[in-house]
């Protein structure tokens, strides 16, 4: 199995909210954009809040988060998983991206919040401990389609926290 790298973070300095997933998805990887596939309800809710909707092109979507004070990035850096799936994520051999460093470059970020169970599992047990910076966590429903529990509606409900 191959070793899958995710994506560099998307952030200006003045970033003060951050959204974490665990690791891209296959077609995301493949296209080489965050929650690329159409079926993930993401860029649907950043288009309710933000305007920032799929209809845009990915650059201008990414514009808006940033001009909105929000980053985008994921727990780990490098990891193997077949499929897409988080629950296929091999933890051993697994690597996180450098949040203490992300955060001495970014430190307005004082809200952390989580696309989902695994991220939030993942950074509570392999990144939290040794983070120095202060921060609030968020943990929020998954924006995948297999996050089936909760419905477009719940999800939106719950992702307007980062607009306050």
Not at 95 to 124: M, W, Y
Not at 130 to 150: D, Q
Request: aromatic fraction near 10%; proline fraction near 5%; hydrophobic fraction near 40%.
């Amino acid at each position: 199995m191959e070793q899958l790298q995710g994506f560099a973070p998307v952030a200006r300095a003045d970033a003060r909210t951050l959204i974490l997933g665990s690791m891209p998805g296959v077609a995301s990887l493949e296209a080489d954009r965050y929650y690329a596939f159409s079926r993930n309800s993401f860029w649907k809710i950043m288009g309710d809040l933000y305007d920032a909707g799929p209809a845009l092109e990915y650059p201008a979507r990414l514009q808006i988060l940033k001009t909105n004070h929000i980053a985008l990035w994921d727990v780990i850096e490098t990891c193997q998983r077949p499929g897409s799936l988080d629950s296929a994520i091999a933890i051993s051999g697994m690597k996180t991206n450098n949040f203490e460093g992300f955060f001495q470059q970014h430190p307005a970020i004082k809200l952390v919040c989580f696309n989902g169970r695994k991220a939030s599992d993942l950074f509570t047990k392999k990144v939290l401990p040794g983070l120095t910076h202060k921060i609030e966590c968020i943990t929020l429903p998954s924006t995948s389609p297999a996050n089936a529990a909760s419905n477009y509606a719940t999800k939106l409900k719950a992702w307007s926290v980062i607009t306050k």
